[in-house]
């Protein structure tokens, strides 16, 4: 355990007492969360990113540690662990190195090679690698054995050759150079197998492709692996100028110290050398690195997900304001629901503005009923079919009616399906039906997206690249963390909170969370945070890792509205003593605040990290670290592919961030691709460092391919578009749509619509339906 310490303080270059107490508050049940924000003082204020990379690597090296002693009790029960070997299991750093070193001892099944060992034909192997001078021939003619089908001195020679083949390809410090060295040198090498060239088409960039391996990119080797599990492609190694992987053999040869002199046994040898790199080793090998790449690209796009879960949770809330959740269709209608500032339900309904039906008058009017009723500030719209009719019939009304102070704003629904489908969503719907659900959870994810999200798995929010292709425990594993950190960060205010949210404050689970919420529809609100301790199995170390994090407003003490845990009150008690002033007058008086001097306060039980924490929460209790609200607003007349033209500037939101770039909505239901090279005229290693799921951004459209549906954007608005094809070239040659953003058929056909549905409005006015 020590040296498993002294690796992580090491690897994150921190003191060793400090990495010495984080491990053991994790083993004592303390949260990620908890020890981040409130054992600053045990830890040297390590946060909660490299907490997450504490417990990560804790728990690989503890599995390391522990196939170590398995490995050794293994080879000490056959009787065949010598000092050296042991030295060697020990000082292995990586799972790999340690099963390389197994692989001599590991038990399997009869090989060739024990075969002839059986058959008595180890001397005459030892013999040939010890004295290369040896005829082959004349000594295999002295291990001839009927009795184990050693006819001939082919069959005796054969024998021998496996028994060196298994001893070269079992040397684990031959496997370690190998391995190094194919990793650095290798190019990795992708062809489409025969007669899948149709099926397989979406595959058709690396049909014949090849790259350095050690520079592949999680995206690409994930795209490849895919196309090799679906039998479009295969994927090989390819080391060398040919299929011979020479440099591969002579350093087999070399590390036996064999070179070849045209003495009696040396082709034999070489042979014996050659068999082993291609039978042996190669497949070893292609196997084991292929493995790791896999295993490097799932780490990236689990990383990729993880950091775009993120910022799509702490995306700006727009606050607790009435909002009126539409989710958009055709034939079936647009699904309304109201909720008020706290996100309860007041109305719900169906409206059939879009084609086929096209009740615009009767719609808006429904539609303006409840923004009236209910005092409505917000409309949110969900961005899937019919979106962009939704919207503009709502923007519309709007325009129609100035008086009224809402706004509407495009909603990523994505995973809100799942949710209303999902069992969560039954209980708490009982009444409702699954389409309105949808709706409620489009409003709910616009006043608060985090208290939203956490309702449906992390897995269906679709920010991620190639999810489905990575280890499923490990992606869960990950997206779980980052919600959590997500939430705590936040902070959650217990008496408004869904199960679904108090699950993911640190300490609770579902069953505690589920009690908590039944103890406050039985009892009535929390009124301060001691009192919390009466919710059943809520016991005292719960409470300890939770209640920093569960904030009561307008509750008996200022305090249980801020992140000040419990345990730090008699801090602030000492401020107050000493300034005779009240709690309340204390928080948010800034110039008082900063007058302190924290290392005042610092006693044994709370340091200077803490101390300064309470102090800077007092300025801005319960302060909120996500952005501002705001929201991108989409060129009318653009609501599909084949609206769009080269050169168009238009206004988005980015959905997804990659490896390779940034996925932005536009607004013509496919999102466009900003390539890593168009986000910026700097140098990007990491589109992250540009760009993040949620923000609005202009973008340029370089080019549209609109059969595959591919939109190729540039944030760098001096761009020079590309040509779409030669129709287009030709179109824009003639004129096309004479300067205008939208394509020409929408130009003559929009204002029709526009006067139609402006008259409809009109009609309905004065008829008095609206």
């Avoid at 058959?119 to 054995?145: K, Q, W």
């Avoid at 909720?339 to 086929?356: L, Q």
């Avoid at 719609?363 to 009923?369: E, F």
Wanted: proline share 5%; charged share 30%; net charge negative.
């Amino acid at each position: 355990m020590k040296q498993i310490l002294q690796t992580i303080a090491q690897e994150l270059n921190t003191p060793l007492r400090n990495v010495e107490a984080a491990v053991q508050l994790l083993d004592e049940g303390a949260t990620v969360p908890f020890i981040a924000r409130y054992r600053k003082e045990v830890t040297g204020g390590l946060d909660d990113t490299q907490m997450r990379d504490l417990e990560s690597r804790l728990g690989y090296l503890r599995e390391l540690e522990e196939r170590r002693d398995a490995i050794l009790g293994s080879i000490r029960e056959q009787e065949k662990l010598t000092p050296e070997l042991e030295q060697k299991i020990l000082s292995a750093d990586t799972k790999s190195r340690l099963e390389d070193l197994y692989l001599p001892y590991k038990p399997k099944r009869r090989t060739k090679g024990q075969i002839a060992i059986e058959a008595g034909l180890e001397p005459l192997a030892d013999a040939l690698l010890g004295n290369p001078e040896l005829d082959p021939e004349t000594e295999a003619t002295a291990f001839l054995n009927p009795e184990h089908k050693i006819e001939t001195a082919k069959d005796a020679l054969d024998g021998a050759k496996y028994i060196l083949m298994e001893r070269f390809a079992e040397d684990a410090d031959l496997i370690q150079k190998l391995r190094t060295f194919v990793w650095e040198e290798a190019r990795l090498t992708a062809s489409v197998v025969a007669g899948k060239e149709k099926e397989g088409e979406k595959f058709s960039d690396y049909f014949e492709h090849s790259e350095p391996l050690k520079n592949t990119p999680s995206h690409r080797a994930l795209a490849m692996f895919r196309g090799r599990n679906e039998g479009v492609l295969s994927l090989t190694l390819q080391i060398g100028d040919d299929a011979s992987a020479s440099p591969c053999e002579a350093m087999v040869a070399d590390h036996w110290k064999l070179s070849f002199s045209n003495r009696p046994a040396d082709k034999w040898l070489s042979e014996v050398v050659r068999w082993t790199w291609k039978i042996k080793l190669y497949i070893h090998l292609e196997t084991d690195l292929l493995g790791q790449l896999r295993e490097r690209a799932e780490a990236d796009a689990i990383q990729v997900f993880s950091s775009n879960l993120k910022d799509l949770l702490l995306a700006a809330p727009a606050g607790p304001r009435a909002t009126i959740g539409l989710d958009p269709g055709l034939r079936t209608g647009v699904k309304m629901a109201v909720i008020d500032a706290t996100g309860k339900v007041m109305d719900h309904g169906a409206i059939f503005p879009n084609p086929p039906q096209n009740k615009i008058a009767e719609a808006g009017a429904v539609l303006l009923k409840m923004i009236k009723t209910y005092n409505v500030e917000l409309i949110a719209i969900g961005n899937g079919t019919a979106s962009r009719e939704t919207d503009k019939f709502v923007g519309d009304l709007l325009s129609a009616y100035p008086d009224l102070k809402c706004t509407k704003v495009m909603v990523n629904e994505s995973g809100a399906s799942i949710y209303s489908a999902s069992e969560y969503a039954a209980k708490e719907f009982p009444d409702l039906d699954v389409t309105i659900r949808g709706a409620v959870s489009i409003a709910r994810r616009l006043q608060d997206p985090l208290a939203e999200l956490v309702k449906i798995e992390p897995k269906s929010i679709g920010v991620g690249q190639y999810q489905h292709d990575v280890s499923q425990t490990a992606l869960s594993r990950s997206l779980d963390a980052v919600v959590e950190d997500c939430v705590n960060a936040v902070g959650v205010d217990v008496n408004t909170a869904s199960p679904a949210l108090l699950t993911r404050v640190s300490g609770l689970n579902a069953s505690i969370a589920a009690n908590l919420v039944q103890y406050r529809d039985e009892n009535g609100m929390f009124k301060d945070r001691e009192s919390l301790k009466k919710v059943p199995r809520l016991g005292d170390k719960t409470f300890e890792q939770a209640a920093g994090f569960l904030r009561i407003m307008n509750g008996d003490n200022p305090l249980d509205s801020s992140a000040v845990h419990p345990e730090s009150y008699s801090v602030v008690d000492k401020i107050v003593q000493q300034c005779g002033r009240k709690v309340g007058a204390l928080i948010g008086d800034s110039t008082f605040l900063r007058g302190l001097k924290p290392e005042q306060y610092v006693d044994d039980k709370f340091g200077l990290p803490t101390i300064r924490d309470i102090i800077k929460e007092l300025d801005k209790p319960g302060r909120d670290p996500r952005p501002e609200f705001k929201t991108a607003s989409f060129m009318e007349g653009i609501e599909k592919v084949s609206d769009l033209r080269p050169d168009m500037i238009l206004e988005g939101s980015v959905t997804n961030v990659t490896n390779f770039g940034a996925f932005v909505d536009i607004g013509v239901h496919q999102d466009g691709l900003v390539h890593i090279s168009a986000l910026s005229h700097q140098f990007v290693k990491d589109p992250r460092d540009v760009v993040k799921a949620g923000d609005i951004v202009k973008v340029k459209v370089l080019d549209v391919d609109v059969n595959r549906k591919r939109i190729a954007l540039s944030m760098r608005l001096d761009d020079k578009a590309t040509p779409q094809d030669k129709a287009s070239r030709d179109n824009n040659r003639r004129g096309g749509n004479g300067g205008s953003n939208k394509p020409k058929q929408a130009r003559l056909q929009e204002p029709a619509a526009n006067n139609a549905l402006a008259a409809a409005f009109a009609n309905a006015k004065q008829g008095g339906r609206l």
